[in-house]
T-cell receptor
């Protein structure tokens, strides 16, 4: 089955700086890669996702890059703000228009924004 | 739109009893729902895929006789933890995908159910 590795487990950055979280996956059939933000005791919130036919996607301060050959994808957050502090999870699945497999999650990154 | 609810939000039960958790898609239909478990300070682990009108598919290592899943309609899936033990204490989260989403693969997560077995 799929295995998703995520690094680092904890990341502390100064407010206003950029943060980068990296993930690798093992199953070359995976084609959907979402990133989630989870606050304590809450549901995961989708912040950005990318499909395997795209190399990069950006939404305001958040961007995701995907390297299919190397089987890794990264989350980039620029101009970090205190409210960005949370646990971030990457995930992977195989999906198609007719259905989707469940998600395999990385172990998570605790992002701490220092004021 | 795309709201998923879970009930109850938290439950305490005695060891050996069973507890049922409901997952509902409120404003869309879902032929497939997923159940995840999250232990404190850990990641989400897929337990099973719930398919409307058919048997659930369980991940390796998840006991199907202990975690009973029923997906009787396009908007409701239930997870019953049978003969619960303290080690079953966890945060159980469901997700659903919109049947009519076409090429979109986003899964919508419920708010989770905190289960404590005493």
């Amino acid at each position: 089955g799929e295995n998703v590795e995520q690094h680092p487990s904890t990341l502390s950055v100064q407010e206003g700086d950029s943060a980068v979280i990296k993930c690798t996956y093992s199953d070359s059939a995976s084609n959907y890669f979402p990133w989630y933000k989870q606050e304590l005791g809450k549901r995961p919130q989708l912040i950005i996702d990318i499909r395997s036919n795209v190399g990069e996607k950006k939404d305001q301060r958040i961007a995701v890059t995907l390297n299919k050959t190397a089987k890794h994808f990264s989350l980039h957050i620029t101009e970090t703000q205190p409210e960005d502090s949370a646990v971030y999870f990457c995930a992977a699945s195989t999906g198609s228009g007719g259905g989707a497999d469940g998600l395999t999650f990385g172990k998570g990154t605790h992002l701490i924004i220092q004021p | 739109g795309a709201v998923v609810s879970q009930h109850p939000s938290w439950v305490i039960c005695k060891s050996g009893t069973s507890v049922k958790i409901e997952c509902r898609s409120l404003d869309f239909q879902a032929t497939t729902m997923f159940w995840y478990r999250q232990f404190p300070k850990q990641s989400l682990m897929l337990m099973a895929t719930s398919n409307e009108g058919s048997k659930a598919t369980y991940e390796q290592g998840v006991e199907k006789d202990k975690f009973l899943i029923n997906h009787a309609s396009l908007t409701l899936s239930t997870l019953t933890v049978t003969s619960a033990h303290p080690e079953d204490s966890s945060f159980y989260i469901c997700s659903a995908r919109d049947l009519l989403a076409g090429g979109l693969l986003e899964q919508y997560f419920g708010p989770g159910t905190r289960l404590t077995v005493t």
